[in-house]
């Protein structure tokens, strides 16, 4: 899922004008975006684009939630068993 090319206009000039400063740049992109003509088209849009991120931030809190609460041998990497500069040119994948 891509954004339209004309709403990332929109965002990169706001980032430029305001580069230090995130709340600007965004009230600046927010306020040229809902002025669009595809305003309804681009809200329903973005809402799905926001509903996706959540969805990927709970898997990567489950996933991170799982690893740090797991005492399975098999997840945790030890060190000794790290070897740098293998030579795996032989192997099949």
């Known amino acids: 899922m891509n954004f339209p090319q004309h709403v990332i206009d929109l965002?990169?000039?706001?980032?430029?004008?305001?580069p230090g400063d995130n709340e600007a740049a965004t009230d600046v992109a927010e306020t040229r975006i809902r002025r669009l003509k595809d305003f309804d088209e681009i809200r329903n849009f973005l809402?799905?684009?926001a509903i996706q991120d959540l969805v990927l931030q709970a898997r990567d809190s489950t996933n991170m939630t799982i690893?740090?609460?797991?005492?399975?041998?098999?997840?945790?990497?030890y060190p000794e068993n790290v070897v740098i500069g293998l030579d795996l040119s032989g192997c099949s994948t």
């Not at 965002?11 to 305001?18: M, Y």
């Not at 690893?67 to 990497?77: D, H, L």
């Open 67 to 77: 690893r740090n609460n797991c005492n399975c041998e098999s997840m945790k990497v």
């Open 11 to 18: 965002v990169s000039t706001a980032a430029k004008q305001h």
């Open 47 to 49: 809402i799905r684009h």
